[in-house]
């Protein structure tokens, strides 16, 4: 039998070809579905999968997704095995503890692709529902005890037969939602979507032919695989370790350690995360699935952020978690919170590769997901989920960005034009906090102030958010950034701050407002070796205040905001002697 030689050229026009199907996969879902979660917010991922259920093509859309898609693909091909998928039939589950996705809102779906009667891969997404039943809506409380708790579990289950639509099955999910037009729609958005791509795929196995198509697919994963070698043999052998805390998991309880150390032995790295504490009694519990993906991420971005998008290098990373930990807990622990744990592991994985590549990694994000729900009647049920985004470590050779999703999520957030058209809220104020960035050579990226009011009669808030108690790492002298919160009706004699980050089922009444203040970040480097004349563009532009040049900075500024360069050189000579 001749063997099939791929040129390298070829290899790069099909592998850019896939990755163009998962991003048009990723736009028809997005113009087709209903909630604003998904068309507005981009809170969904799609990829292609060969035939042997290794990942070919992710679209650039959420970190977290990574592992939840091939989770699905994998249960395909274990339970049915590839003689028993049928063209026509595309399957859907939600259950991160059967080969779902990594919490029950996101919704996977995959379909088997074939051409010439045979079976060339999967076209799959993912998409975050906003409400899949559950105690409270959106499905996503940070303070539920049990998985059961937290909406609907789909068993992996046919969603299409035959090129039909399972009816029974979309009725089951619609039933336990609070929102069923709404789902429906979405549901059939992912469905577009995977039709879309199984097209384009079977297209171009027609165009290469399957045998081109699968040699291209090898090379592409084995290059994928020995460019993170390559990274990883630049790193000096030996062992790396970070640690960091979570916010506590309830009242109480103790804050809850994420510890990693990492292990480079030439090509080969491991990561090992004994020592990480206790599995949580609340939602913020990380499944394996989900580890796996906050840990490819790490090392992509740190490592290697060109090694392409596709799973080559998932088996060249060994990671081991402790049963029972809040990495690898126990069924039914509840996991609707999850990301907030994955950013702290995301944290301290960054953490340790700084000291394996210093210079490449950047200082403390805001790293919490800082999620709210607003849900109520109004002329009819709504919800409304949210991510607010805050601020990014800054660098080593430059300050951190502002209001930016960072790590494991990558969400859009919500615009207020289309906030306000579909849901009974106003956002009275959307704003950067002044300070909440960590002082440095270069300066930590700010939080986000948004207080939202609510139109309607009542509704309903829950929330869930980490860094509300440990605040975001400076990094070589940098200073931390700011912690985040929320506070009911604030400038009211009724204001509150809500304690623990972690709540839900809260009434709000015709004009109450919540403030949502999400965390800074950390500086990077001495604040005093920090130009004074960007210190003094900082306070011009309110991201500094004029107190903060002064005792961060060692800065002296006149009335009208001029550096007193003197005064400043006086200042800063006094404490660095001090």
């Not at 026009?13 to 996969?25: D, T």
């Not at 990594?102 to 409400?131: C, K, Q």
């Amino acid at each position: 039998m001749t063997e099939i030689v791929v040129d390298q050229v070829s290899v790069q026009v099909i592998g850019n070809a896939m990755l163009s199907v998962a991003e048009e996969m990723g736009a028809v879902l997005r113009r087709a579905s209903y909630s604003t979660n998904i068309k507005e917010r981009v809170d969904c991922s799609t990829a292609l999968f060969d035939a042997q259920g290794r990942l070919v093509a992710q679209a650039e859309h959420i970190p977290i997704h990574m592992g939840s898609m091939q989770g699905l693909v994998q249960a395909l091909l274990d339970e049915k095995g590839a003689s028993q998928l049928r063209p026509g039939d595309v399957y859907i589950t939600n259950d991160p503890y059967t080969g779902g996705g990594t919490h029950l809102p996101d919704i996977t779906m995959a379909a088997p692709v074939f051409h010439e009667g045979g079976l060339v891969g999967f076209s799959a997404n993912i998409a975050h529902h906003s409400d899949v039943g559950g105690h409270v809506p959106g499905s996503n409380s940070g303070d539920s005890t049990s998985i059961f708790q937290e909406g609907l579990r789909i068993p992996m289950v046919r969603f299409m037969i035959d090129g039909a639509v399972n009816e029974e099955v979309l009725a089951f999910v619609t039933l336990n939602s609070r929102l069923p037009e709404e789902r429906r729609g979405d549901l059939l958005a992912q469905l577009a979507a995977v039709h879309t791509g199984g097209s384009r795929f079977a297209e171009l196995h027609g165009k290469y032919g399957s045998a081109v198509i699968d040699v291209a697919c090898a090379q592409l994963l084995a290059y994928a695989r020995r460019r993170l070698e390559v990274a990883v043999a630049a790193i000096p052998d030996g062992t790396y370790t970070a640690e960091d805390w979570l916010d506590s998991d309830s009242p109480g309880q103790e804050p809850i350690r994420i510890r990693t150390a990492i292990t480079v032995a030439g090509e080969d790295i491991s990561i090992d995360f004994a020592g990480t504490g206790r599995q949580a009694d609340v939602a913020i519990n990380v499944v394996r699935s989900a580890l796996e993906a906050t840990v490819y991420y790490a090392l992509k971005a740190a490592l290697d952020p060109d090694i392409p998008a596709n799973g080559g290098f998932f088996d060249a990373v060994r990671i081991d978690a402790p049963l029972g930990s809040i990495v690898n807990p126990r069924p039914p622990a509840a996991v609707a919170a999850r990301t907030d744990a994955c950013q702290r592991v995301a944290d301290v994985l960054l953490g340790a590769l700084a000291k394996a590549v210093p210079g490449r990694v950047p200082a403390g994000s805001h790293s919490s997901i800082t999620y709210v729900t607003f849900a109520g009647p109004d002329e009819e049920f709504f919800v409304y989920p949210e991510v607010i985004a805050g601020g990014a470590g800054a660098r080593s050779d430059r300050d951190g960005l502002d209001a930016v999703q960072v790590h494991v999520t990558n969400s859009s957030n919500l615009p207020i034009e289309a906030l306000e058209l579909e849901y009974p809220l106003r956002v009275d104020t959307y704003e950067l906090i002044t300070d909440s960035g960590g002082a440095g050579r270069h300066r930590g990226g700010l939080g986000v102030r948004r207080d939202i009011r609510v139109l309607s009669g009542q509704a309903d808030f829950s929330a869930h958010a980490d860094r509300q108690t440990f605040p975001p790492l400076g990094l070589e002298g940098g200073k931390d950034g700011t912690t985040g919160k929320f506070i009911l009706r604030p400038g009211t004699e009724a204001e509150r701050t809500l304690p623990g980050g972690r709540v839900s089922g809260i009434t709000l009444d015709h004009g109450d407002v919540v403030r949502i203040e999400s965390p800074g970040s950390g500086g990077y480097g001495d604040p005093f070796t920090r130009p004074a004349d960007l210190v003094a563009r900082d306070v011009a532009q309110g991201r500094v205040s004029a107190q903060s040049a002064l005792r961060d900075y060692g800065v002296v500024l006149s009335e009208h905001g001029a550096v007193d360069a003197g005064a400043t050189a006086r200042v800063r000579g006094d404490r660095r002697e001090g």
